[in-house]
């Protein structure tokens, strides 16, 4: 199941939106369009290495401090579908919470929340020396904020079932409430089964960050879904 678009316009232009895809876009033609060597150091100096960060391991010299590792993260990405899941997701959902929260309270929510998504892979992975990066746990804490806001608003998605596939109109609390119900059961069968290249649990911890953020950027603010 794909999200397409969803039918909630926002009452303003999402420039903050648009400049955070336009800014990982232009990062990752930057790194994939260097040499392999390059691309490789470019991961390790400003991916977010848990055991860097807690001077358990070494890191490439940059001049920058390790604990900016966790917002630089953000905007680097393993590959091109990696890049495209993720600015499609910021695409449809995060022009909502910008109308709502306003740009720089907008920008300031989106980044804390990739931080406090870091901060929840550290604590599972403290000894880890593999960069994490991409902006997945930062949209997952948009999600988390929109499907508390907009849980009616309709989502059109792309439908995969067996050999045929077709498109749907899904409230938004089912395509959310779906999404992160799989981030639960793959961040549970990886701890169980095995390891993966995906911080899942990063997922979860932004997403929870992004409902728990909400309230304190907009402490008025009343939930459309009942608790």
Known sequence: MIPLKDE??????PFITISLIAINSVVFIHQFTSPLSIQKEFIFAFGMIPGALLGQVERIPTALPAAATMITSQFIHGGILHLLGNMLYLWIFGNNIEDLLGRFRF?????????????????????????MVGASGAIA????????????AQVRVLVFIFIFITTMRISAFWVLGFWFIIQIFYATGSSVGGGTNV??????????????????????????IKR
């Open 8 to 13: 909630n316009p926002a009452r303003t232009f």
């Open 199 to 224: 911080a899942y649990m990063a997922h979860i911890g932004g997403f929870i960050a992004g409902i728990w953020l909400l309230r304190k950027f907009r402490p008025g603010l009343r939930w459309k």
């Open 107 to 131: 920008l300031l929510f989106y980044l804390l929340c990739g931080v406090l998504a870091a901060v929840v892979h550290i604590v599972i992975n403290p000894y880890s020396d593999i960069p």
């Open 141 to 152: 804490g948009v999600l988390g904020a929109y499907l508390i806001t907009f849980p009616k």
